[in-house]
Structures are given as structure tokens and as C-alpha cells.
């Protein structure tokens, strides 16, 4: 080896059904941190509820 540990990429992990996903990725080295420390990962959550416009109701 050279000296330097390369961490393995790690795959995308989607969780759940629809209406409550949650999906994980790792981040990519941009760099600022040297080869072989942790990097970090985004979750994304998928919105439970869903918004519908208002509507006036109607007049008697």
C-alpha cells in the first residue's frame, strides 16, 4: 500500500415506503479532508404529509 488508507465507497441506502423514505449517501472528498478520515453522509427525508391549497368554503 502506499501508506494512505482509501475508504470504500459505500452505497446509497434507501429505507421505508412510500409517503416515509428516508434515503442516505455518502459524501465525496472535495479536499479540505485528507484521504482516509471520515467524510460524513446527507439523509434526505421524504415529506410524510402532503400540503393542499386552501379552499373557501362554500356559502349556504
Known sequence: MSG???RPKVPTGVV???G???T???KT???KVPAGFH???TTEWD???TEVP???PKKP
Do not use: L, N
Open 24 to 26: 442516505t449517501t455518502q
Open 16 to 18: 421505508g415506503k412510500e
Open 39 to 41: 467524510v460524513g453522509y
Open 54 to 56: 386552501y379552499q373557501t
Open 4 to 6: 494512505q488508507m482509501q
Open 47 to 49: 415529506s410524510v404529509q
Open 20 to 22: 416515509f423514505r428516508v
Open 29 to 31: 472528498v472535495d479536499g
